[in-house]
Structure formats: C-alpha cells, structure tokens
C-alpha cells in the first residue's frame, strides 16, 4: 500500500529564514509520481510540483526547491528566504505509475507560520 | 474563470438529511475525482471518473455516498442520510495530467 508521512506537523519560522518540509512515502511501485501542494488559508489546494521516480534531479523554482532522494524515498521541500505568504499547509503526495492521473495519495501536511 | 468550481461552498444540514454536491471541471478535462478532507488530515480519495464511466471507488465511500458523472462534465456527489461524521471538506479535481482542485464543500451535519 502506498503511504506519505510528513512527519512535522507545524513549523514556524521568522520572516527571510530558510525551511524545509519533510516527506517520506512508501510504494511497492517501481514506477511513482511525487507532488506537493499548498493549502492557504482561503483553502483551494495549489499545485506546486510533480516528479517522476526516474528524475531525481533536484529542482529550483525561484524561492522554492525540491530534493528527491530514491535511496531514502524522501522528496522534501526547500523554501528559501521565506515571506508570509508562504504561510500556508503543505502536502506532500504520491500517485501510481500513471502520472498524475490516478487518485493521490496524500501525507498529513505540515502547517507554516511565517512570521514578520 | 476556467478553474474547477463547487456548488455549494458550504452546506449545514441535519443529521439523517441527504445532500447533493456538484463540481464543474476544467472543460478540456477528462478525469474527475472526490477526495474529502477533515481537519488536520490530507484529503482522502473518494472515487474518481473518466468522462462518464466511474474507474475506482474507495472503501471510505459508504453505500450512503453516490456519485455520478452522467454527460462527462460535471459531477454529482449524494450523501444519504448524513451522519455527523460526514461533516469535512469536500474536495473535487480534475486533470489531464496534473489534478486541479476546486475550493471544496465544507459540509457541517448537526
């Protein structure tokens, strides 16, 4: 059975320091999709990122950044400089082989607070 | 606006009432999903359709939840005879490849 676990459930931070979101999953999937998404407080789920289990290039996007690490089955997030607009639940989430067109699976989030 | 809407926002409604749920994809979308979500957990698949024909079914979907997607556009979801455990976020998303969400249902049974 597929399985996400974010094991920090809340985070705060001061405004302009760097933080990192963990997640860890479990699939018996040779073949997976890994996303993050970001709940703000108005509630609609944002999407941020997909990666295939092949890619494990890490990946920069602007203030953002993404480490996949298939030897420890973690893809963890990165927000550099962090604003209060980054405040928000974060999720991480795992699909089977068929891109992102299958029902995700979803970790228990991680709430930040940033704070001026 | 070309996003995913829901119909209602919110619904408060009496335990043992049923309720009806509706979501608008993205038009050029074929996949739908349900997912509900409660507070301080990730959303949780409900079921999920390609165009009219529904693929998988959770088993958190009760015989008391229904959903259909009778043309291949918008989709319907019933709770009958609503529990107070009912009450969560109701989130519906479609995709092409990526899921794009709707702002949800929050649904309250008292």
């Known amino acids: 059975a597929q399985k996400v676990t974010q094991a920090q459930t809340e985070i705060s931070v001061v405004e302009k320091e760097d933080v990192t979101l963990d997640c860890v999953y479990e699939?018996?999937?040779?073949?997976?999709?890994l996303f993050w998404y970001k709940q703000p407080p108005s509630g609609e789920l944002v999407f941020l990122i997909r990666?295939?289990?092949?890619?494990?290039q890490n990946e920069i996007s602007g203030r953002y950044s993404w480490n996949f690490q298939k030897s420890t089955s973690s893809f963890n997030f990165t927000i550099t400089a962090s604003q209060v607009v980054d405040s928000a639940v974060y999720f991480c989430?795992?699909?089977?082989?068929?891109?992102?067109?299958?029902?995700?699976?979803f970790g228990k989030g991680t709430r930040l607070s940033v704070i001026a | 606006d070309t996003g995913v809407s829901q119909d209602p926002r919110h619904k408060i409604t009496k335990r043992g009432q049923n309720v009806t749920f509706r979501c608008d994809p993205i038009?050029?979308?074929?996949?739908l999903y349900w997912y509900r979500q409660t507070l301080g957990q990730g959303p949780e698949f409900l079921t999920y359709?390609?165009?009219?024909?529904?693929?998988?079914k959770s088993r958190l979907l009760s015989d008391r939840f229904s959903a259909e997607r009778p043309k291949g556009s918008f989709s319907t979801l019933e709770i009958q005879r609503t529990e107070q455990g009912d009450s969560a976020m109701y989130l519906c998303?479609?995709?092409?490849?990526?899921?794009?969400f709707g702002p949800g249902t929050r649904l309250t049974v008292l």
């Open positions: 998303a479609s995709s092409l490849i990526d899921q794009v």
């Open positions: 699939t018996r999937d040779t073949t997976y999709y």
């Open positions: 990666r295939n289990s092949f890619d494990e």
């Open positions: 989430a795992l699909s089977d082989p068929d891109s992102g067109n299958t029902p995700l699976v």
């Open positions: 038009s050029e979308h074929n996949r």
């Open positions: 359709f390609q165009n009219e024909a529904q693929l998988e």
